[in-house]
């Protein structure tokens, strides 16, 4: 299948999106709602409700010391996303990304599923989340 500009631009949303949390590659909450077509809140409430397919290595809630770090980030400077104190963000590791997509009922999500299990592993290592980490 020939690559697209849409999805070099896909890619590249997603490669912005990773943060190192912990010395695990993630995506925040809000970034993974956006790219699966959903609201945070439909996602938060989607891995909530099926908690048990998402273990500690898939899914880590970030502290309040990690959310004043990242809202302080060069990279994330003049962040809304992650003001309101009383719900910390959720941090999708890549095996968490995509069992969020099961959970969820979106035609994008169901895409991404499709899409990402007929890509070879060679080629999904290009979207940043098995890259190896700095040192």
Excluded: C, W
């Excluded at 690559?3 to 809000?30: E, Y």
Aim: aromatic share 4%.
């Amino acid at each position: 299948m020939p690559v697209t500009s849409a999805d070099t631009d896909a890619v590249a949303t997603i490669t912005q999106s990773i943060t190192v949390v912990r010395s695990q590659r993630v995506l925040l909450d809000a970034d993974l709602a956006a790219l699966y077509g959903v609201a945070t809140k439909a996602l938060n409430q989607a891995v909530k409700r099926n908690s048990a397919r998402f273990p500690a290595d898939f899914l880590l809630r970030l502290t309040a010391a990690e959310v004043s770090a990242m809202n302080r980030s060069q990279f994330v400077t003049g962040s809304q996303k992650h003001r309101d104190p009383r719900h910390a963000p959720l941090a999708f590791t890549e095996h968490g990304a995509l069992m969020a997509a099961t959970v969820l009922n979106s035609p994008r999500a169901v895409d991404a599923i499709r899409n990402l299990m007929s890509e070879p592993s060679s080629k999904r290592r290009g979207i940043g989340f098995t890259a190896d980490l700095e040192p």
